[in-house]
């Protein structure tokens, strides 16, 4: 029989209580702790470089993604994928073995990961380019020279003279290069391996990069050369060796730039830093191994990375149509929508068997060497390693609602509420505190438990040697529980992390912002979580429409520039609701819903309106954004004047009355108000325009004079209710015969 260990492996339970259906809340995946897991898109990289056993990628944002390993070989932690905050204004990045380099646009180098690399030499400015070695750093001058710090131990920090004319650096294991700016590379320091050896010719490149024992050369045609170490075949450039813009070497990797923006790697992969991270969106779930983990996508199939030296990575063809996923010791399960399960990775135990029939399953968990499957009908069935018990779940089998899978130990969550525990037992973990009522979650840890109350509380029993049973307070508010060998998590109603237990990887410290998330995963010291973005609403423009009517105008309204980072790129599908209201304006605090979508077309009367558009995503996260319309009237109403008589020949200085009338019509009024201007006549004289209280209008006929005839100018207005006006006048005429005046 084995001895038990507390820190083995493992574990993540998948809990499901009745049968599961892929969750509509998407989001990204936030990984911390021992391993830096997730990432952002494998396009939209300017520039890449290759550590020992991580990799680094500068964003077009001036931002760094950081992947792979987070400490050593040995598991000293060094945080070398911890991109420092304010995560922008880099234009450039530089990956040692243990450490990281980035050069900020004001010609400063920001250092992190192994304390022993972080002292950049004073002055910390004028620099245009960094390069990482193993243990030793370099950075070049905007003069052409080159500073270097660090390990000195074979001469790789002792720059050859003259040191000058160089346009950039780059740092090995225990050499160094320099490339000159007319195209010709020097290299000292160890030759162990060649590494030193330029191949001929030595002229026409334009970038240089060494990795642990190899070098990268970029020709201005777009090959790259590579010499040095190729045990792992870092200098065998895939197919075809052309398009490059940019690259890198790591340890025993190595990392070319394409000018299309796609990246390639090639060589050791131990610690997956060859797979470059995918599109981060679209994630339901994820479940944390030993040394991988998995993710399951809203599409329902399954991304995988991390440790694959047992195919513990590799899903099985078709990768479609799962519902749950789970992880053990270099194993990986997951359950299909059709209730069967697929196993994948280690199986010494048997652990990837899964017993006939393969059918009726609604959750899968995954322990140290053993699997567990919970039947549509309440039962588990356990298949594996078995040598304390773990499989034996306990009679009656019936009842249970949720499952969790320890290192050795079984948790299994009754209908009343109630949870059984079963198998290896040495630190407690199998004993119940009372009162053993009210559970409605459970999460198994290496030697630990934890169960979830109705209440919102947490209660843990077993191993507690780095306080991993030590619920913080206050208890209350948690949704969601996570179990890992040595450390515990709590999801609380608010979308915050609440986590403790062992630290050594930093897996108990939850990144900023600690908000949005809705799913967490504990593995062997490091932590996963859904996190979820909140959308940004926006309503677009203000705007300043013409009325065109009487009841104003039609308006269009485009949300689409709102955003949510956990949408599809150039989409907006984690946005469920675009609903757009306008603010009363006799009470502030009431809001008038307009419709909904993402564009909108109404009609809004007249005057100034206040529009927000609120924005609700998957997970139920909102923004708003107000927008102002101001629908006007700038046209003045369409007005003709016309009267009658247009001509005086009655008596001579005779009054006259003059009928008017009138066309008016206005796009937004539908009775424009009409009054008399004025009434000017050519030849002016006393009494002879008369307007009458009524509105009548008299005018006198004066046929004697000096000219051809008397000219009346009678001119009216219309003005519409947004004060627009509109003149017209019409002419009265009384011809004259030509008799003198009296």
């Not at 051809?708 to 011809?735: C, E, H, L, M, W």
Request: glycine letters at 14%.
């Amino acid at each position: 029989m084995k001895k038990p260990a507390l820190i083995v492996s493992i574990l993540i339970a998948v809990l499901l209580i009745a049968a599961p259906q892929v969750t509509a809340k998407t989001g990204k995946i936030v990984g911390w702790g021992k391993y830096a897991v997730g990432g952002d898109l494998s396009k939209g990289f300017v520039a890449v470089s290759a550590g020992g056993i991580h990799s680094l990628g500068l964003k077009a944002d001036g931002s760094i993604v950081a992947w792979g390993a987070n400490c050593d070989e040995r598991d000293s932690y060094y945080g070398q994928c911890n991109v420092p905050s304010l995560n922008s204004g880099f234009v450039a990045v530089a990956a040692g073995w243990y450490h990281s380099l980035g050069l900020k646009a004001d010609g400063s180098i920001v250092a992190w990961g192994n304390s022993s690399q972080r002292n950049v030499p004073s002055p910390n400015m004028g620099f245009v380019a960094v390069a990482a070695g193993v243990r030793h750093s370099l950075g070049l001058k905007v003069d052409g020279s080159i500073a270097a710090w660090g390990d000195n131990h074979s001469g790789l920090c002792n720059v050859p003279s003259p040191n000058t004319g160089f346009i950039a650096v780059a740092g090995g294991r225990n050499h160094s290069l320099g490339l000159k700016a007319d195209g010709y590379i020097i290299a000292w320091g160890n030759n162990d391996y060649g590494q030193c050896n330029v191949p001929s010719p030595n002229t026409g490149f334009v970038a240089i990069t060494a990795g642990y024992d190899h070098n990268l050369a970029l020709k201005a045609d777009g090959s790259i050369v590579a010499w040095g170490g190729n045990y792992t075949g870092q200098c065998n450039i895939p197919s075809p060796n052309t398009g490059f813009i940019a690259v890198a070497g790591g340890g025993a990797h190595s990392v070319g730039l394409r000018g299309d923006g796609s990246v390639v790697a090639w060589g050791n992969n131990y610690s997956n830093q060859c797979n470059i991270p995918l599109s981060n969106t679209g994630f339901v779930a994820v479940a944390g191994g030993e040394h991988h983990s998995l993710s399951l996508k809203v599409d329902g199939s399954i991304a995988a990375w991390g440790d694959n030296h047992l195919g513990q990575c590799n899903v099985p063809s078709p990768n479609s149509g799962f519902i749950a996923i789970a992880t053990g010791e270099s194993r990986s399960l997951g359950l299909k929508e059709n209730g069967s399960i697929v196993a994948w990775g280690y199986n010494d135990y048997g652990q990837c068997n899964v017993p006939l029939p393969n059918t009726d399953f609604v959750a899968v968990a995954a322990g140290g060497g053993y699997s567990l499957g919970l039947k549509t009908d309440g039962s588990i069935v356990a298949w594996g390693d078995n040598d304390f018990g773990q499989c034996n779940v306990p009679s009656p089998n019936t009842g249970f609602t949720a499952i969790a899978a320890g290192d050795y130990h079984s948790l299994g969550l009754k209908q009343d509420g109630s949870i059984m525990a079963w198998g290896y037992n040495d630190y407690g973990q199998c004993n119940l505190p009372p009162p053993n009522t009210g559970f409605t979650a459970v999460a198994a840890g290496g030697g630990h438990s934890l169960g979830l109350k109705q209440d919102g509380s947490i209660v843990a029993w077993g191993s507690n040697y780095a306080g991993n049973c030590n619920v913080p307070l206050p208890n209350t508010g948690f949704t969601a529980i996570a179990a890992g060998a040595g450390h515990s998590l709590g999801l609380k109603q608010d979308g915050s992390i609440v986590a403790w237990g062992d630290n050594y990887y930093r897996q108990c410290n939850v990144p900023s912002p600690n908000t949005g998330f809705f799913a967490i995963a504990a593995g062997s010291g490091y932590t996963l979580a859904l996190q979820n973005t909140a959308p940004v609403a926006n309503a677009g423009p203000d705007q300043t429409i013409e009325a065109n009517a009487p009841w104003g105008a039609k308006v269009h309204l485009d949300g689409s520039n709102s955003s949510d980072e956990d949408s599809t790129p150039g989409t907006n599908d984690d946005i469920n609701d675009f609903n757009w209201y306008e603010i009363d304006p006799c009470d502030p605090n009431a809001n008038v819903l307009l419709g909904s979508g993402q564009i909108l077309d109404c009609n809004l009367p007249l005057g100034i309106h206040t529009i927000i558009l609120e924005v609700t995503d998957k997970n139920g996260a909102s923004d708003s954004n107000e927008v102002t319309i101001i629908v006007q009237d700038t046209t003045p109403p369409q007005f003709t004047l016309s009267v009658t008589p247009t001509i005086l020949w009655p008596l001579n200085k005779a009054m006259v009355k003059i009928t008017l009338s009138w066309t008016v019509s206005d796009l937004c009024d539908t009775d424009p108000t009409v009054s008399l201007v004025n009434i000017q006549a050519s030849e002016p004289a006393n009494g002879d325009i008369r307007v009458n209280p009524n509105g009548s209008i008299y005018l006198k006929a004066w046929r004697t004079g000096n000219t051809g005839s008397r000219i009346y100018t009678v001119t009216f207005k219309a003005v519409d209710d947004s004060g627009n006006t509109a003149q017209s006048s019409a002419i009265v005429t009384v011809p004259h015969d030509q008799r003198p005046s009296k």
